[in-house]
């Protein structure tokens, strides 16, 4: 996940470098990014629904060799349409690994440490924002982007060693139908909770795409200043992701959920004034990367809750869920800056907030009024006989 996580944030730091090797302006090299994110957005369902028979270890080194051929395809790439390509590439190894890796984990452990096991995943996600994107946007400017794409493969291949060498075996699920494994679609339950990710990943993103932009007065364009508020909050997000799969496993994903999104929320209708020094962008960049971050583990949790034979199937349509949320954040950013200005951004970001907070109390109330069904069906027999 620390390589995954790596590959998708460092593009931000050789977009520039891209445009230039391949001739065309920054936009156009942005779309190596949203291939990417689409990619994976559409084939994590399709991947987890196709290859629910597939020993769980052997998908695993296979999104990483996908993954790693892809990443060296896009070093090699002579044209930005290559480039594309490789991109769409990568975005499948993704789809392969990530939602196979957060099933496995929380397959392998007891219900009561399902939380911690999937913080322990994500961490690689979070920790690669601190860290790796940081590294592969020094090696990309010491030498040239096409290194950085290399760097990116050589993590990759480092973690398929691993995944060969230390883990173990992972129990295969129970099969299942076609027919059940499509029915969570119609679920409102499923349905609610995806589009809390997408609700809120909108907004985190919405932010993060142009935090260059969102605090420019507090880093005086200084690009030092800018990547160490980076650091900070991928840092934060590590952190804070680590403390919230412990904090699930004791009182539950919507009191963990609402209190988050509050917090987040808050954070973004203050930006306006937090972001014009240094001093307060800093607390407002560790709040919001991480309870931003932390909310991917209830919602992990909460979508395993729900149907835990075939989490990854749901667990493949969180991860499209966020990546179309980080696709739509772009699109919202860049009209919000475009129609209204760069200081509506935070405003735009709380008003995504505010819909998954309203979107994850539905998700609430419709998986607490199935479970209570479920009981009294099950208790009912019980309490005739007892009675007779």
Request: proline share 5%; no cysteine.
């Given at each position: 996940m620390f390589a995954l996580g790596t590959d998708t944030f460092v593009m931000a730091g050789v977009l520039a470098q891209i445009a230039n090797?391949?001739?065309?302006?920054?936009?156009?090299?942005?779309?190596?990014?949203?291939?990417?994110?689409?990619?994976?957005?559409?084939?994590?369902?399709?991947?987890?629904?196709l290859a629910s028979h597939v020993n769980r270890k052997g998908l695993l080194l296979s999104g990483l060799a996908v993954f790693v051929v892809a990443n060296l395809c896009t070093a090699m790439a002579p044209s930005l349409a290559w480039a594309l390509a490789a991109r769409a590439l990568a975005g499948l190894g993704a789809a392969m690994f990530s939602p196979t890796a957060a099933g496995a984990a929380a397959s392998i452990v007891p219900p009561e440490r399902r939380g911690f096991a999937l913080s322990v995943v994500l961490a690689g996600m979070t920790i690669s924002t601190a860290v790796?994107?940081?590294?592969?946007?020094?090696?990309?400017?010491?030498?040239?982007?096409?290194?950085?794409?290399?760097?990116?493969?050589?993590?990759?291949?480092?973690?398929?060693?691993?995944?060969?060498?230390?883990?173990?075996h992972i129990p295969m699920l129970p099969p299942v139908s076609l027919a059940k494994r499509l029915a969570p679609l119609a679920d409102s339950r499923v349905g609610y909770t995806l589009s809390v990710s997408f609700l809120f990943f909108s907004a985190a993103f919405t932010v993060y795409t142009y935090f260059s932009v969102v605090f420019a007065r507090a880093t005086g364009g200084n690009p030092n200043l800018l990547?160490?508020?980076?650091v900070v909050w991928g840092a934060a997000g590590t952190v804070a992701n680590l403390m919230t799969g412990r904090l699930v496993d004791s009182i539950g994903s919507r009191k963990v959920l609402l209190a988050l999104m509050t917090i987040v929320l808050a954070d973004f209708l203050l930006l306006p004034l937090t972001s014009s020094s240094l001093w307060t962008a800093v607390p407002a960049i560790l709040i919001w990367g991480g309870c931003g971050w932390?909310?991917?583990?209830?919602?992990?949790?909460?979508?395993?809750?729900?149907?835990?034979?075939?989490?990854?199937?749901?667990?493949?349509?969180?991860?499209?869920?966020?990546?179309?949320?980080?696709?739509?954040?772009?699109?919202?950013?860049?009209?919000?800056?475009?129609?209204?200005?760069?200081?509506?951004?935070?405003?735009?970001?709380?008003?995504?907030?505010?819909a998954a907070m309203i979107a994850s109390e539905l998700a609430a109330k419709r998986i607490g009024s199935v479970d209570s069904k479920r009981a009294n069906f099950r208790s009912g027999p019980l309490r005739k006989q007892g009675g007779a």
């Open positions: 090797t391949f001739h065309v302006g920054i936009g156009a090299a942005g779309q190596m990014t949203t291939v990417y994110a689409v990619s994976v957005a559409l084939l994590a369902p399709v991947v987890a629904a790796g994107a940081p590294i592969g946007t020094v090696i990309g400017g010491l030498g040239d982007w096409r290194w950085t794409m290399a760097f990116v493969a050589a993590l990759a291949g480092a973690s398929g060693i691993g995944v060969l060498a230390f883990l173990a990547a160490g508020l980076l932390a909310v991917m583990v209830p919602q992990q949790h909460r979508l395993l809750s729900i149907a835990p034979p075939i989490a990854p199937l749901l667990l493949g349509l969180n991860n499209s869920a966020v990546s179309l949320g980080t696709t739509a954040a772009g699109i919202a950013g860049a009209l919000g800056v475009r129609f209204l200005g760069e200081g509506s951004l935070s405003a735009i970001a709380a008003t995504f907030v505010v």
